[in-house]
């Protein structure tokens, strides 16, 4: 069966870095874009950012771009999102998702439990 | 950017109530759409496609549709399992979410 698992979220002060990992399992990584989408506490769902299924596509929300790198490694079935210059707004749950298929205007049909990240001094 | 706005924020129903929620688009995203419903502390997990496409192994009491900027998720009798918040996603143009719509118990 499908599963993704994230990894990395925890406390991190304000203009800090973070990666986040996202673990992908029950089916063929490598033919599927994936996305990375975040939710505030008690807010609604923010799209981040999308990767090609061979990685060399990579698009950004706008509230991200330049600071945020989304990555992945096909060999290891892993996606990432290395995050730069955070700021207290950017306190949420931070999920990954898979596209519904590999080409990129899809809905998103698989979703991980999602690891929250804290920015706090 | 494509906006998504959804009436109603909250919506108070009783068990076999039909309901029905609404989004709209800020411009035409043709039949790009899906539904999503989110329970608290978990994911979201998608019900609809494509504007009316059930997802599979998603119960047939769940329907969508509309095209254009305009569409309706509904669900034909609210079942406990069903209280949640269910949000809309343009995929026309990247990714834009409604802010969502609390379905709680009256």
């Known amino acids: 069966q499908v599963q993704l698992v994230e990894s990395g979220g925890g406390v991190v002060q304000p203009g800090r870095s973070l990666r986040l990992s996202c673990a992908a399992s029950g089916f063929t990584f490598s033919t599927y874009a994936m996305h990375w989408v975040r939710q505030a506490p008690g807010k609604g769902l923010e799209w981040v950012a999308i990767?090609?299924?061979?990685?060399?596509?990579?698009y950004y929300a706008d509230s991200v771009r330049g600071r945020f790198t989304i990555s992945r490694d096909n060999s290891k079935n892993t996606l990432y999102l290395q995050m730069n210059s955070l700021s207290v707004e950017e306190t949420a749950v931070y999920y990954c998702a898979r596209s519904t298929s590999g080409t990129y205007y899809n809905p998103f049909d698989y979703w991980g439990q999602g690891t929250l990240v804290t920015v706090s001094s | 950017d494509i906006q998504m706005t959804q009436s109603p924020s909250t919506l108070s129903a009783s068990v076999g109530d039909r309901v029905t929620i609404t989004c709209r688009a800020s411009q035409s995203i043709s039949s790009w759409l899906a539904w999503y419903q989110q329970k608290p502390g978990k994911a979201p997990k998608l019900l609809i496609y494509?504007?009316?496409n059930l997802e599979s192994g998603v119960p047939s009491r769940f329907s969508g549709s509309g095209s254009g900027t305009d569409f309706t998720l509904t669900i034909s009798s609210l079942q406990p399992d069903d209280f949640a918040t269910y949000y809309c996603q343009q995929y026309n143009n990247y990714w834009t979410f409604g802010q969502g719509t609390k379905v709680e118990i009256k």
């Open positions: 990767i090609s299924y061979d990685g060399y596509n990579k």
């Open positions: 494509k504007a009316s």
